[in-house]
């Protein structure tokens, strides 16, 4: 497997980095895990009696039966749970300031100053 690939399954997620070297007929692959992911891979791996390489390697198999469908999905509820995250605080936030009127004020007087101080940088070219 060359590059990187993201593993995820119930209640864990990792990067997997595989790094192939080759000696005569000897194959042997690096994986990176970030330590949080680690310890659930290892226990996964514990609590199924199996090796950790081989949780990584099964898992990667069922991702690959399903033409990673099941990962893009979930990349694009987690990008979407993060948006909508943002969205809601930025939603809080343009109320605050809108509740507060000097805040406006302060806010309309920087924003047209800076923009004469274009238009003047610009007249000045």
Request: proline share 2%.
């Amino acid at each position: 497997m060359d590059g990187f690939a993201l593993v995820t399954g119930g209640s864990f997620m990792a990067v997997v980095q595989a790094d192939l070297y080759r000696h005569e007929n000897f194959v042997r692959k690096s994986i990176q895990i970030p330590s949080t992911q680690h310890k659930e891979l290892k226990a996964l791996a514990v609590e199924l009696e199996s090796s950790l390489g081989d949780v990584v390697e099964t898992i990667m198999d069922l991702m690959r039966r399903d033409n990673y469908e099941q990962l893009k999905a979930a990349i694009i509820q987690k990008r979407e749970q993060t948006l909508s995250s943002i969205s809601h605080s930025l939603d809080e936030a343009y109320a605050y300031l809108g509740s507060l009127p000097e805040t406006l004020e302060d806010a309309r007087l920087f924003f047209n100053a800076g923009q004469e101080g274009m238009i003047v940088a610009y007249s000045v070219r």
